[in-house]
């Protein structure tokens, strides 16, 4: 793998994987839905600027399908993470513009998508039970889920559901992140409706990263950490050949990267 066009730059998921492709010294087209509210912007231009000036990155706000990005190897596209809800219409058009870009060049496409698709209850799904999102993350989710797969004229793609993932830079409007800003709260003592799903994005890009390296042949992985869901607690099977669990290993413990969050907001969230 030698170039990357990675649509959804300014989500949690897809910066961090950003990072981790130009370490592997791959080249990365980026494409972002750029923020609008001073405070989106202003944490994202920090991120850019830890990175620094890198002949491997290239981002912009739109894509136009010419002879360079036959080139691309793959598309990676993060559903975006809509900390400004009206985002949802640009990033719907940029997966129109990406899966074009698969379907008129066959490029491999991975779609980054998450168990908000099952709605807010995850903890009571059965075996039977279809995605059914209740949240305004998790219906935009599966509206990109549903277009990938009405729209796609290969079976070089794969959608990967990812749990709630944390750590430095997380999205301002995520329940962890709004905890943590209240630097008096007990680490060890969180309700367990919220930490039992939890995965460190360190961990999470890792996984990601031996996800895409493996044959993509249309297939749905809901990604979860086999630490802290026991065998009654895994998520669905589901009656879809294509469909599968996934179980991740973490390195990172809720203790360590929770302590790493809250380092960096005292650092960054308080300039």
């Not at 995605?131 to 935009?140: E, F, I």
Request: aromatic share 6%; proline share 3%.
């Amino acid at each position: 793998m030698k170039k990357v066009a990675v649509f959804g730059v300014q989500t949690f998921l897809g910066f961090a994987f950003c990072e981790h492709l130009l370490s592997q010294g791959i080249e990365v087209e980026g494409v972002i839905v750029e923020p609008i509210e001073r405070e989106h912007k202003a944490r994202f231009e920090e991120r850019l600027m830890n990175i620094g000036r890198n002949s491997l990155l290239k981002i912009d706000n739109s894509v136009q399908i010419d002879e360079k990005l036959k080139e691309i190897d793959m598309i990676v596209y993060c559903c975006d993470d809509l900390v400004e809800e009206n985002c949802s219409n640009a990033d719907l058009k940029n997966l129109q513009k990406a899966t074009t870009l698969s379907k008129v060049n066959k490029i491999p496409f991975v779609l980054l998508s998450s168990h908000h698709v099952y709605g807010e209850k995850r903890e009571l799904l059965e075996d039977e039970t279809a995605p059914k999102a209740t949240s305004v993350k998790g219906k935009h989710q599966k509206t990109c889920e549903n277009h990938l797969k009405n729209e796609i004229n290969h079976d070089s793609y794969a959608i990967f559901r990812f749990p709630t993932l944390y750590g430095p830079w997380q999205p301002v409007n995520e329940s962890i992140h709004l905890m943590l800003m209240n630097k008096h709260i007990d680490l060890l003592n969180l309700p367990l409706s919220i930490v039992e799903d939890l995965v460190y994005i360190d961990d999470a890009v890792q996984t990601l990263w031996h996800l895409v390296n493996e044959k993509l042949n249309g297939q749905i992985l809901h990604i979860y950490d086999s630490d802290s869901i026991d065998n009654e607690q895994e998520p669905p099977k589901s009656q879809l050949s294509n469909e599968r669990k996934y179980k991740m290993r973490k390195k990172i413990s809720l203790q360590e990267g929770l302590n790493r969050q809250l380092d960096h907001i005292v650092q960054f969230e308080e300039k």
